[in-house]
């Protein structure tokens, strides 16, 4: 069975730092492009970045470029989104997903179940 699960997410205050994994079971990460998503309350869900699964390319949004930073470790089947100098507006559930790099979620075949992030003083 196809899964990915996310964790890391929790409270922090502005211009903290968390760092969110992206566990696969049930298939290998080695070459599969994986990317980050976040889903604010009454907003759409919003692609953050994404690793390519050929030569590690990354791709970050405008709005997290600079703050945050995607690796993946193939050893451990796992992704990591290290979120850095946090804002209030980065507080949304956070999803990871798996298939072509790409900015829209129809593009992503398999999703995680999301994890929290709050940033708030």
């Known amino acids: 069975q196809l899964q990915l699960v996310e964790s890391g997410g929790g409270l922090v205050q502005p211009g903290g730092s968390l760092r969110l994994s992206c566990a696969a079971s049930g298939f290998s990460l080695d070459y599969y492009p994986i990317g980050w998503f976040r889903q604010a309350p009454g907003k759409e869900r919003e692609g953050v970045s994404c690793?390519?699964?050929?030569?590690?390319?990354?791709y970050y949004a405008d709005s997290v470029r600079g703050r945050f930073t995607i690796s993946r470790d193939n050893a451990k089947n796992t992704v990591y989104l290290q979120m850095n100098i946090l804002k209030p507006e980065d507080t949304a559930v956070y999803y990871c997903a798996a298939g072509k790099c790409g900015w829209k979620p129809l593009e992503y075949d398999y999703w995680g179940q999301g994890t929290q992030v709050t940033v708030s003083s």
């Open positions: 690793i390519s699964g050929s030569d590690g390319s990354t």
